[in-house]
């Protein structure tokens, strides 16, 4: 398996515009996670799925955000209108449920709204 | 409430000194606890969680319930430990939340 794979790895976009940011969970992975790194807040967790439902949105910081899963392989992070403070490293992981079971991590995406 | 509260961005320590990188949490149930390590240019991945009690690269974490902590140390800090070390905690609904992350840097 090549791991959680995000795209794109970099993007730059102006400010308005709308941002589509993709994951690919470990296949057989029940729970997809999507958080936002920044210097001043760490990683932030936005949302979360279980077996393709949403779980807790309560960390996605405004309605201009939005998050599907539509199956089991894919999802989206969608920020419309995208706004310069949107500029962050966003990371999409992934896992089984069940006790102690670890976290993995896609390379992450850039996003440079200007 | 769930939160993990880590009190330092940025720790510096010399070569062959020791480390402990504070981590706290805030759960009501029986907390599952983790650090992660991102190292420059790479994704974040697992350094070791408190139910296997291991120690891996020379770090320890032990879970102290009375003091809601789970420390990372390591007896004598190398160059290659520089690295943005998270803690994390797993806690009801599959919830998987970091604190805000220590950045650690050895100095030669």
């Known amino acids: 398996d090549a791991g959680v794979i995000q795209s794109p790895r970099h993007e730059v976009t102006e400010m308005g515009q709308e941002v589509t940011l993709r994951c690919k969970p470990i296949s057989g992975h029940n729970s997809l996670f999507w958080y936002r790194q920044t210097m001043m807040r760490g990683l932030e967790l936005l949302i979360y799925?279980?077996?393709?439902?949403?779980?807790?949105d309560s960390g996605m910081p405004e309605d201009r955000f939005s998050a599907k899963m539509p199956n089991a392989s894919f999802s989206t992070l969608k920020i419309q209108p995208s706004e310069p403070r949107d500029s962050a490293v966003y990371f999409c992981?992934?896992?089984?449920?069940?006790?102690?079971?670890?976290?993995?991590f896609g390379q992450g995406t850039r996003l440079t709204v200007v | 409430a769930q939160r993990v509260t880590q009190p330092e961005k940025l720790l510096s320590v010399f070569k062959g000194a020791p480390v402990e990188l504070k981590c706290n949490y805030s759960y009501s149930g029986s907390p599952e606890l983790f650090w992660y390590v991102q190292y420059s240019r790479q994704r974040l991945q697992l350094l070791l969680r408190?139910?296997s009690r291991e120690s891996i690269k020379g770090f320890t974490a032990d879970l102290n319930k009375g003091e809601t902590s789970f420390h990372l140390k390591k007896p004598f800090a190398q160059e290659e430990d520089s690295a943005m070390y998270y803690c994390?905690?797993?806690?009801?609904?599959?919830?998987?939340?970091f604190g805000t992350g220590t950045r650690l840097k050895v100095l030669a």
């Open positions: 992981a992934s896992r089984t449920t069940g006790m102690n079971t670890e976290a993995f």
């Open positions: 408190h139910i």
């Open positions: 994390a905690l797993s806690g009801g609904a599959f919830k998987y939340i």
């Open positions: 799925f279980n077996n393709n439902v949403p779980i807790d």
